[in-house]
């Protein structure tokens, strides 16, 4: 017997056995199965289209930021008056002394402006 009749064989002593076996199913297990083979059928299908546009969309999103890590990006040019800044606004005490300069500031105008200055 050579290797094509034996897969023939197998096969047709498969089909066989699970056509016994089917016949052996009860009713209770026979309405179930109708009724899921019945509910996979009514489920709707994903219009064709569809799966090519989202790999589509998915391969472009990935372009643009694969692009966006590669290109050179333009950098800032870091001053003196960055850094100064910078420094400025993480010292919470100076950001303190400036207000508390804000304030002379404004009472020696409310003097000047009621004529005590």
Do not use: H
């Not at 002593?13 to 052996?24: G, I, T």
């Not at 059928?41 to 590669?70: D, E, H, N, Y």
């Not at 950098?75 to 005490?93: C, G, I, N, R, Y």
């Amino acid at each position: 017997m050579n290797r094509d009749e034996q897969k023939s064989k197998f096969i047709q002593q498969a089909k066989a056995r699970l056509d016994r076996s089917e016949e052996q199913i009860d009713s209770t297990t026979q309405g179930r199965l109708c009724a899921a083979r019945r509910e996979a059928l009514m489920v709707k299908r994903r219009p064709v289209w569809q799966l090519p546009a989202t790999a589509f969309a998915s391969f472009v999103l990935c372009a643009v930021l694969v692009a966006g890590l590669i290109s050179p990006t333009e950098e800032l040019p870091l001053t003196v008056d960055l850094f100064e800044d910078m420094a400025l606004l993480s010292a919470q005490e100076e950001l303190e002394m400036y207000e508390d300069i804000d304030l002379i500031l404004w009472l020696l105008e409310e003097d000047v402006e009621n004529g005590l200055g």
